[in-house]
């Protein structure tokens, strides 16, 4: 089959792979239909982190249709319309059954045959709990639609995981840094929740319309200490937000966000970290830190497929860009020279 393989930095591409097969009586074997670049496959595109060797399969995000189920796989048949998770909770550990399915007890994801979304076919692990059914077939669907359904295989269920993890509430004002894909959904996130003040730092006129669609009250395009100034100003007090979502993983947005947080906030840090960050603004106001790997099917299954069914979010428009799996390096160049918020795979038809 076609699979994206990691090269070096810099350069990912197609190349021809063994197709994956049932390894565990609980694996699902998916023939993708779309599949997508996150940005934290940047990382590692741009040689900054080493999450995968020269020559493994990437990617992380995608829905498509079940070509083939283990003996234990009770929920799922061949020909079923899923959602992929990049997480494999099984649903009944400690973590999963406490709401934390990215921390998965029974997940072996460091297995690199899970990992390679970006291909013509994939295989998952604790396929009976972790997928998501979606009714019908992907002909039911619009083009639109399907992205909505995509997101929710990682960046829809990040961005709500910074909004949950900071404890947005009903009438809270809400800051989020980072302006990519997932900081635009934690807008949504903030939103679903009922926030009444969502404050997007941004400076790019493409995130910023899209972020005022999704939900953003007010943007603040400064940097630096002007841009603490200006959102202070935003607040009650120039206290600082009741909640601030961190959605870039750097340490000068995770010391930001301390500093625009007020006494008491929690910041929901969902960037995946770059260096450890000093936590002095933190402790000098009482500020939490939580965050992490996102429980994407737990958000799926309680919150966010039902949001997409109905029509009420719409984080599909986060895909600026399409392109073919042949074209997998352009769609990489286009987030990395931030010509695409985030670049849609069109790997098979419906």
Known sequence: MKATVYVEPRKVEIQDVEEPAIKKPTDAVIRVLRACVCGSDLW???????????????????????????????????GDFVIVPFTHGCGHCVACKNGFDGNCM???YADSSTTGYQAEYLRTQNANWAMIKVPGQPSDYSDEQLNDLLTLADVMATGYHAAASAEVKKGDTVAVIGDGAVGLCGV???????????????HHEDRVKLGREFGATDIVASKGDQAIKDVLALTEENAGADAVLECVGATSAIEQAGKIARPGAVVGWVGVPQTEPSSNAMF????????????VTTYDKNVLFKAVLDGEIHPGKVFTKRFTLDDVNKAY?????????????IVADK
């Not at 080493?50 to 796989?73: K, L």
């Not at 286009?334 to 010509?339: F, G, K, L, T, V």
């Open 106 to 108: 029974n997940d072996s």
């Open 44 to 78: 590692f595109y741009r040689g900054i982190q080493q999450f995968y060797a020269p020559g493994t399969v990437v990617g992380h995000e995608a829905i498509g249709i079940v070509d083939s189920v283990g003996s234990e796989v009770t929920n799922f048949k061949p």
């Open 333 to 345: 160049q286009a987030m990395d020279q931030r010509e695409a918020i985030k670049s849609l795979l």
């Open 284 to 295: 000098n106001k009482n500020v939490g830190l939580r965050g992490g790997i996102a429980p």
């Open 188 to 202: 949504i996130g903030a939103k679903l929740r009922g926030a009444a003040k969502i404050i997007l730092l941004s």
